[in-house]
């Protein structure tokens, strides 16, 4: 895959993601994962699980979206804090709330889905 076809279906991911197309945004962001070397394959299957997370949530299973939440942030703990342009460490963060809230058997809320920032350059 070019790069350039890469980075555009990245951010297409992005504002699926932000569009609460959980599962459309994890497709897309396979096709590059698909295609990658690591790390950065590792860091895409983190973002990956994280959207996945969010789909289950989304269809009420609260467990599945616990295990794919603390399984994306086991694979984005090395990750560079703006990976591809993106703010991730404010997702890091709300991922880590949303797990610690649903271990202790608390629903965060849809209110909460958290969105993905541009990195600020």
Not at 37 to 53: F, N, S, T, V, W
Request: proline share 3%.
């Amino acid at each position: 895959m070019k790069t350039h076809e890469s980075s555009d279906k990245f951010q297409a991911g992005i504002e699926m993601f932000n569009a609460r197309r959980f599962f459309d945004s994890h497709e897309v962001w396979e096709e590059i994962w698909l295609h990658s070397a690591e790390p950065d394959k590792a860091y895409l299957q983190g973002i990956i699980q994280i959207a996945a997370a969010f789909h289950h949530y989304l269809r009420g299973n609260t467990t599945g979206t616990r295990t794919l939440l603390n399984a994306g942030l086991r694979r984005l703990a090395t990750c560079p804090g703006d990976f591809r342009g993106m703010e991730l460490e404010s997702l890091r963060e709300t991922a880590r709330q949303w797990a610690g809230l649903l271990e202790r058997g608390s629903d965060p809320g849809q209110e909460r889905i958290p969105q993905i920032s541009r990195a600020k350059k």
